[in-house]
């Protein structure tokens, strides 16, 4: 089968890979569309992954999802047919490539980690796969990807103590900053305010922004201050910028929340408490995926989140031009693009 495969920091080619073989609790599934992200595939492209080395060469792609088309003897709770979340090819039996998370690929495996609990399997064995979720009928190829950013950002928002009415200051425009608007103004945020790019203004105001600052602006801080004198009661930084957090502590309001949820510097990453306004809850995570799943399919179904933000353009790149589609979101073009596997 055909696979994106990251050979080695900044080469990521297309190529033929060994079909996974199912086990007993697993699916095998035809993988249909996956989309880009700009925080982790890029920096396993680029060899600046941060929480822990990435073998090479490696199938690239979490954002996938897939169709059922055999079970194994012990699967209980997938049917040939269902829509799978997170499908992944698995490292090659014979040692050739590895994965992380293998969801570019042409085939992929998902485990009935529901069985394999009630079955007393040790959770070492299936806890990574209630990322593994069935997607209900009526959810196109975008949206399902995009289950993937969803669920993540709203756990991460949900467990970082937001609630209705509270002030959220976004920090980034990209795929992750879109979502936490995304989330905040449809769950009951005052006011939701993000900094990024400018060109991305009319997406910020898409997901229910009420402004977007420039993250450039040497005065950010002020221009804010002046429009939002009360502040803030939850920041998040949506990209992991070295010195973004502490630049705009001064906004958070007393007994506020601050959280690092991007990567990009993150080793790097402190936060300078002495200027902030009184005192001041750091949040870091985790989040789970699993636990918003439902949640975010209630969303899509009923019209409350839609992928067009993200993606600008209806066409999906075919597995061929992988390279294109990163190409677009690291040029800016897109937020995300598409990729069609098959």
């Not at 499908?87 to 293998?102: C, E, I, K, L």
């Not at 870091?284 to 949640?295: A, F, I, L």
């Amino acid at each position: 089968m055909r696979a994106a495969v990251v050979r080695r920091a900044g080469v990521l080619e297309v190529s033929e890979i060994p079909t996974p073989v199912p086990g007993p609790y697993d699916a095998l599934c035809e993988i249909t569309h996956g989309a880009t992200c700009t925080g982790t595939d890029q920096h396993i492209i680029h060899g600046r992954f941060p929480f822990f080395p990435i073998p090479m060469p490696t199938v690239l792609g979490h954002e996938s999802v897939g169709r059922v088309v055999e079970v194994g003897a012990k699967v209980r709770n997938y049917r040939v047919g269902d829509m799978v979340s997170r499908v992944g090819t698995p490292p090659a039996a014979d040692g050739s490539v590895d994965a992380h998370w293998g969801g570019f690929a042409e085939v992929g495996i998902a485990r009935d980690h529901w069985a394999m609990c009630r079955d007393g399997v040790p959770q070492s064995e299936w806890n990574g796969h209630r990322v593994n979720q069935i997607i209900p009928p009526g959810v196109e190829p975008r949206e399902a990807t995009m289950i993937i950013t969803w669920r993540e950002t709203l756990s991460y928002l949900r467990r970082s103590g937001f609630r209705p009415g509270m002030r959220l200051l976004v920090l980034g425009s990209g795929g992750n900053g879109l979502a936490y608007a995304a989330h905040a103004s449809r769950l009951g945020a005052t006011t939701v305010v993000m900094t990024g790019s400018q060109a991305r203004s009319r997406l910020a105001a898409a997901v229910g922004a009420e402004e977007l600052f420039d993250y450039r602006d040497e005065d950010l801080v002020e221009r804010i201050r002046e429009c939002y004198p009360d502040g803030f009661d939850l920041v998040i930084d949506a990209v992991g910028r070295e010195g973004a957090l502490s630049q705009v502590l001064p906004l958070v309001r007393p007994e506020g929340t601050v959280g690092v949820y991007g990567i990009d510097d993150l080793d790097a990453v402190a936060v300078k408490f002495r200027s902030a306004r009184g005192p001041v809850r750091l949040f870091v995570g985790p989040y789970d995926e699993e636990e918003t799943h439902h949640e975010v399919v209630s969303a899509i179904l009923r019209g409350r989140l839609t992928a067009d933000p993200w993606f600008g353009s209806e066409q999906a790149f075919p597995l061929e031009r992988i390279n294109d589609a990163f190409a677009c979101v690291e040029s800016r073009r897109e937020v995300k693009a598409l990729v069609r596997m098959g």
